[in-house]
């Protein structure tokens, strides 16, 4: 069955260093890969998207990469701040039929500390 | 500022009592999806909608969930009769054409405690 991974649960790190998060999926040909961002009691809020054929996208400090030999995308923050403090998943989504919806990980939570 | 809206934000019920949970998606969208998030399972997609139309609802349990979309600007998910392990929080979101292709925009959730 499809699975999607997120490396950890939690991951701390100090304040102006890059965190990295990593999504791996497996029985899964995703056609598009999601990144958001979900704050305690509130919905998820999207951050990037990127293709299967685009191996890197950035949106200011944000960078994410898309592997699909090593079936697995890269998320990182540089200069992280503690505003950046929240849950990320990532979601996938294949080319329709059984793999057309968007499958979420379970996220992880990032604690940037000052 | 456009943003989904959902209402009740909470809902405390007893079980086997109906619990309707509403949704107005941000003007223009056409797709409209309800989502469950739990700390076990995760964000899990029960059903989405395309011009109003039930495209997927393999997510829910058939037996006791059903979805709707009276208008464009209102959807709805029932629970009947409501049963503890359906305590969790329920997202709506909407999005353009494209469906999944495209980003969603979530609303705030409901949570929802069967007791």
Request: net charge positive; with cysteine; proline share 6%.
């Amino acid at each position: 069955s499809q699975k999607i991974e997120q490396n950890s649960e939690a991951l701390n790190i100090q304040e102006g260093k890059t965190a990295t998060l990593t999504c791996n999926y497996t029985n899964y040909s995703p056609a598009y890969l999601q990144w958001y961002r979900q704050d305690p009691g509130r919905g998820p809020v999207f951050l990037l998207l990127i293709r299967e054929n685009e191996k890197e996208k950035r949106k200011e400090r944000l960078k994410v990469t898309f592997d699909t030999t090593l079936k697995q995308s890269l998320f990182h923050i540089t200069a992280s701040q503690p505003a950046d403090s929240a849950t990320y998943l990532c979601a996938l989504t294949g080319y329709g039929g059984s793999q057309g919806n968007l499958i979420f990980g379970k996220g992880t939570k990032l604690s940037v500390k000052p | 500022d456009a943003r989904v809206t959902q209402t009740p934000r909470d809902k405390v019920t007893e079980m086997g009592q109906e619990v309707t949970m509403r949704c107005q998606p941000i003007l223009g969208h056409n797709t409209v999806f309800w989502y469950r998030q739990t700390m076990m399972q995760g964000l899990e997609l029960l059903a989405y909608f395309r011009n109003r139309a039930p495209l997927d609802d393999s997510g829910m349990p058939k037996d006791r969930f059903s979805a709707e979309m009276p208008d464009a600007t209102l959807a709805t998910l029932k629970i009947q009769p409501s049963e503890p392990r359906d305590s969790a929080v329920y997202f709506c979101a909407s999005g353009l054409a494209g469906g999944f292709y495209n980003e969603q925009f979530f609303g705030p959730g409901t949570r929802l405690t069967v007791l």
